[in-house]
């Protein structure tokens, strides 16, 4: 009988301890932060500022590149200094939230290994475009280092950006997994009208011209099917078209700039130009960026859907 009661003495305690035991491990998952997705609002925020940092990557190419041509150096000076410091920010807010950009903190895992990719070659990048901010000129071995580095930069981060695409599209964006992939390519439409720019410039300075040439011809001819598809759809592309009048409205505005834009690329690219003169150079530096602004303005536009 007092073996018995022992044993029965033993049992409970086993088990008061396992009871124990299972409420501290809930205690401690209560405990822990929650890993919750963005909201709608938040993937819209989220996809259209690192699909932006891809268009910095080359607006930050295409200033040094101005700047060793030497054209309106003060100003391109200050827009790089300027361009810099905001794919910085945004780098640091991707992965740590900023408030001030509306980024919330990303959580999952396999992105921030993808944006710690982005930083370690960022940090290779940004003291140089620090030394020619400082100096106001480029030397060869700077212009050597932007002109090799950019696209590794560009690279890794539009890997981020498609794990992001893909994130909002299981999640946030689920519903409307087309508005993700169209927010990306649009946002991508930014980063073209830069990287067409810089290696039309880079042509203009004779650096590596007929692999410039080819990606010239390969990035605007990118851009205009990509417009194509925005509009009307493209299924290749994953894009469902637009339906919404006041886009479509913005998207003719880009289409606009676009027909006067693109003959000066086309020139740069075509096999039987020689060299680009000061005048052309003037043409793509000036209408490059209205361009540019008013692809954001559909971004933005396609952005605020994606809140609704």
């Not at 041509?69 to 740590?96: C, P, R, W």
Request: aromatic share 4%.
């Amino acid at each position: 009988m007092t073996i018995l009661m022992g044993q029965a003495c033993q049992s409970n305690t086993r088990t008061s301890r396992i009871h124990l035991t299972i409420m501290g491990l809930l205690l401690l998952c209560l405990s822990l932060p929650a890993i919750s997705s963005p909201s709608k609002a938040e993937y819209g925020v989220v996809l259209n500022l690192s699909g932006k940092q891809r268009m910095l990557t080359q607006k930050m190419s295409k200033e040094v590149a101005l700047v060793a041509l030497g054209i309106d150096v003060e100003k391109n000076v200050k827009n790089l200094i300027s361009t810099s410091a905001l794919f910085d920010k945004t780098l640091k807010g991707l992965k740590n939230g900023d408030p001030s950009l509306g980024l919330p903190p990303t959580e999952k895992k396999r992105i921030l290994r993808q944006l710690n990719k982005v930083s370690d070659i960022w940090q290779e990048f940004y003291p140089v475009v620090k030394g020619i901010g400082e100096s106001k000129k480029v030397s060869s071995e700077q212009l050597q280092v932007v002109a090799e580095k950019n696209l590794p930069l560009l690279k890794q981060m539009n890997k981020a950006v498609g794990l992001y695409e893909k994130d909002a599209s299981k999640t946030g964006l689920e519903a409307a997994p087309g508005l993700a992939a169209t927010i990306n390519l649009s946002g991508k439409q930014r980063m073209l009208t830069q990287k067409m720019s810089k290696e039309f410039f880079l042509i203009a300075l004779g650096f590596d011209v007929e692999n410039n040439k080819l990606n010239l011809l390969e990035t605007y001819s990118l851009f205009d099917r990509t417009l194509d598809g925005l509009n009307d759809g493209d299924d290749t592309l994953g894009l469902p078209g637009t339906p919404q009048a006041h886009i479509k409205d913005q998207l003719k505005v880009v289409k606009q700039l676009w027909t006067e834009f693109k003959p000066l690329v086309e020139k740069g690219a075509h096999h039987s130009t020689t060299s680009i003169g000061e005048a052309d150079i003037r043409k793509v530096a000036t209408s490059n960026l209205p361009l540019l602004k008013e692809m954001n303005a559909a971004v933005k536009l396609y952005e605020k859907e994606a809140a609704k």
